[in-house]
């Protein structure tokens, strides 16, 4: 958890030399009050000093009372207030998670809307039920499913999923299946876009494959149909089926469309790993924040002003960190909530910071190079400095040592 690591006792007496000391800069403040059990005042800011001011400063008086009974009261907690808890934040996004911890420990029944979290919108295949099938949820469930996201929004998951569905042949219907030879089936059996269990139009083993197939396309976004497809169409134009390798390239070119509306961020949930650069409160310093299975972990700071004087490289650091075994796994209600969080920061315009994916099906794993370059723009060309100055480079490891791409 992100703690609130500055405080400051707050005396009406001496407000001047408070105001005075606190930073100007954007942060998390909680505002306590005198009283025992009365509700703290948690919000972020992009100018803690100016908050504070606005919040614990002098009512403003007002010349013309008709005009003051006019005007919306302005909320003041000069009287009631008895100190203030802050944390320096260096990114809109260190800011949301701060917030959303905060806000979880001290409101943990209104917590979701204070931030208005909505859950997040996921692709899901029940693989508990005997026919399965991929519909858009929103809540994640304890129940060994199959789950694909976050999309940006629901109706954006439902888009994909009708695209992407096309392309199989389980079922879209919401009947519960008996394998009944007198049922009449649906426009998707007639249609032949689906296997048609209903009324035993395939084997219980044919359904099967056919969704695990399903499952393979999500989990590797796409790769496992083109792959097949190339395969197949190599094969026919080997063999001079040149006819059929048309046909095979047309299919492929249709599966090919239908991933350009896959957006990035969507994976199997168990395999959403991936590392978010993001500025930090600190001059010459990186936060990185690791994503496991879709839950955010606290971050860890790459300071390059002092990483000059350490013996390893800044990628062997990274290593160590991104490669550390895996604390414990986030509960379904946390996760759905970091899922919501990430959603929000990725689909948001313009965002701020970059996110590299860990790709566990290629086995390419972390891509350090990249990473480090990024660092160098999270950081800003300001903070490259002339070699020799003794201050750490973020693309090529510590000044003087080792060079890391």
Same mark, same amino acid.
């Given at each position: 958890?992100?703690?609130?690591?500055?405080?400051?006792?707050?005396?009406?007496?001496?407000?001047?030399?408070?105001?005075?000391?606190?930073?100007?800069?954007?942060?998390?403040?909680?505002?306590?009050?005198?009283?025992?059990?009365?509700?703290?005042?948690?919000?972020?800011?992009?100018?803690?000093?100016?908050?504070?001011?606005?919040?614990?400063?002098?009512?403003?008086?007002?010349?013309?009372?008709?005009?003051?009974?006019?005007?919306?009261?302005?909320?003041?907690?000069?009287?009631?207030? #008895?100190?203030?808890?802050?944390?320096?934040?260096?990114?809109?996004?260190?800011?949301?998670?701060?917030?959303?911890?905060?806000?979880?420990?001290? *409101?943990?029944?209104?917590?979701?809307?204070?931030?208005?979290?909505?859950?997040?919108?996921?692709?899901?295949?029940?693989?508990?039920?005997?026919?399965?099938?991929?519909?858009?949820? +929103?809540?994640?469930?304890?129940?060994?499913?199959?789950?694909?996201?976050?999309?940006?929004?629901?109706?954006?998951?439902?888009?994909?999923?009708?695209?992407?569905?096309?392309?199989?042949?389980?079922? +879209?219907?919401?009947?519960?299946?008996?394998?009944?030879?007198?049922?009449?089936?649906?426009?998707?059996?007639?249609?032949?876009?689906?296997?048609?269990?209903?009324?035993?139009?395939?084997?219980?083993?044919?359904?099967?494959?056919?969704?695990?197939?399903?499952?393979?396309?999500?989990?590797?976004?796409? $790769?496992?149909?083109?792959?097949?497809?190339? $395969?197949?169409?190599?094969?026919?134009?080997?063999?001079?089926?040149?006819?059929?390798?048309?046909?095979?390239?047309?299919?492929?070119?249709?599966?090919?469309?239908?991933?350009?509306?896959?957006?990035?961020?969507?994976?199997?949930?168990?395999?959403?790993? #991936?590392?978010?650069?993001?500025?930090?409160?600190?001059?010459?310093?990186?936060?990185?924040?690791?994503?496991?299975?879709?839950?955010?972990?606290?971050?860890?700071?790459?300071?390059?002003?002092?990483?000059?004087?350490?013996?390893?490289?800044?990628?062997?650091?990274?290593?160590?960190?991104?490669?550390?075994?895996?604390?414990?796994?986030?509960?379904?209600?946390?996760?759905?909530?970091?899922?919501?969080?990430?959603?929000?920061? *990725?689909?948001?315009?313009? +965002?701020?910071?970059?996110?590299?994916?860990?790709?566990? $099906?290629?086995?390419?794993?972390?891509?350090?190079?990249?990473?480090?370059?990024?660092?160098?723009?999270?950081?800003?060309?300001?903070?490259?400095?002339?070699?020799?100055?003794?201050?750490?480079?973020?693309?090529?490891?510590?000044?003087?040592?080792?060079?890391?791409?």
């Amino acid at each position: 958890m992100l703690p609130l690591d500055h405080a400051a006792e707050f005396h009406p007496a001496r407000d001047d030399e408070f105001f005075a000391a606190l930073p100007a800069r954007p942060a998390i403040c909680l505002i306590e009050p005198r009283a025992p059990g009365a509700h703290p005042y948690l919000r972020r800011t992009a100018d803690l000093r100016r908050l504070c001011r606005r919040l614990l400063g002098p009512p403003e008086a007002s010349a013309e009372p008709a005009a003051a009974e006019a005007r919306r009261p302005r909320l003041n907690l000069r009287e009631i207030a #008895a100190r203030v808890r802050y944390r320096i934040t260096g990114s809109t996004f260190e800011q949301t998670l701060t917030l959303y911890q905060q806000a979880r420990d001290l *409101f943990p029944r209104t917590y979701r809307e204070r931030m208005r979290l909505a859950p997040p919108a996921l692709l899901k295949i029940n693989l508990a039920n005997d026919y399965p099938r991929c519909y858009v949820a +929103r809540r994640i469930g304890s129940d060994g499913a199959f789950y694909f996201g976050p999309f940006p929004s629901r109706r954006a998951a439902e888009e994909f999923s009708k695209e992407f569905l096309a392309l199989f042949k389980i079922r +879209r219907c919401h009947i519960r299946i008996r394998r009944d030879p007198e049922f009449p089936g649906c426009i998707y059996s007639e249609m032949k876009m689906c296997l048609a269990p209903c009324f035993a139009g395939c084997t219980k083993p044919e359904y099967d494959a056919e969704v695990v197939r399903v499952e393979n396309f999500l989990a590797s976004r796409g $790769t496992s149909l083109t792959g097949e497809l190339e $395969t197949e169409r190599d094969s026919a134009a080997a063999a001079e089926d040149f006819e059929r390798a048309a046909l095979v390239h047309k299919k492929h070119e249709k599966v090919s469309g239908v991933l350009r509306h896959l957006p990035e961020l969507p994976r199997r949930l168990d395999q959403l790993h #991936a590392v978010i650069l993001q500025p930090s409160a600190d001059e010459g310093s990186v936060a990185a924040f690791q994503v496991r299975g879709g839950a955010i972990a606290d971050p860890f700071f790459l300071n390059f002003r002092e990483l000059s004087s350490q013996p390893r490289s800044v990628e062997e650091i990274l290593r160590e960190q991104l490669e550390a075994e895996a604390g414990p796994e986030a509960t379904t209600e946390p996760l759905a909530d970091h899922l919501s969080l990430l959603a929000r920061w *990725f689909y948001s315009k313009p +965002r701020v910071g970059e996110m590299f994916f860990r790709e566990t $099906t290629s086995g390419a794993a972390w891509p350090y190079r990249r990473i480090l370059r990024a660092c160098a723009r999270v950081l800003g060309p300001q903070t490259f400095l002339q070699p020799g100055s003794g201050t750490a480079n973020p693309a090529g490891g510590a000044s003087g040592q080792q060079k890391n791409g």
